[in-house]
């Protein structure tokens, strides 16, 4: 009996899969008993006593958290062993495509970057174009007022000088055609009876005086033009210079 005993072979060692499995079973098993279970009743009255239902409700929880317990390990290690690469191969190409993920993100950004400084630039020069469009406009209308003003004063300049002009051809016509105008020269008998003088009608501002004027007047207009088109644009450049 002794020599068949020492004979007789020991059973195999169980894998850690069959170590696995059976630990599943037998949870499965618990469970089924745990659910079977019934909650026990007073014999004095119907209704189930709070010890029972307590006994029940701690048996049904505690096997829900193993069924979720396991079935969540399990899920875990079969997504790490899909993620986990298996061989070098595949540690290499999925090293390969994360540096890639990073680049491209990494261009991504820039570019944003780059549209982005872009875009304010535009719109800063945009804004200085238009403020720029805007103060020529008002310039060229102020000098369209000041040339309008010295053309005005010119063309008055000018019906002076041809009203003075003429004034004196229509006074002598009409001093001619009066019957009771004095004739232009007369003889003084007492001086000598050769003599005679002459009257000639003078204006108080001779025709050189006006044109002394008129000359003055348009010297004096234009460097007031002068000096306040300089002043315009050192206020101009003193603007820009503040805004920028």
Known sequence: MNSTNRLRKAPPSPSPAQNTRSSSATTLEANRDVVRVKPTFNHASSTPTPQALNSVSGDRDSSSYVNTHSSSNGRTNETSASVQPLTAAEQYWAARALKAEALLSAQEAHHKELRSVAYNQEMKRNYEISKLTKEHKEKHAGLERLVMILITTLLC???????????????????????????????????????????????????????????????????????????????????????R
């Open 157 to 243: 300049l000018v019906g002076v000088l041809i009203y003075l002009a003429t004034h004196y051809t229509r006074h002598q016509t009409a001093m001619q055609r009066s019957r009771w105008s004095l004739p232009s020269h007369f003889t003084i008998p007492i001086l000598s009876p050769f003599t005679s003088v002459v009257e000639k009608e003078t204006s108080v501002l001779g025709t050189k005086v006006i044109s002394l004027m008129v000359l003055s007047s348009a010297g004096l207009a234009y460097l007031a033009f002068r000096h306040w088109l300089a002043r315009s644009m050192n206020l101009g450049a003193v603007r820009q210079s503040t805004n």
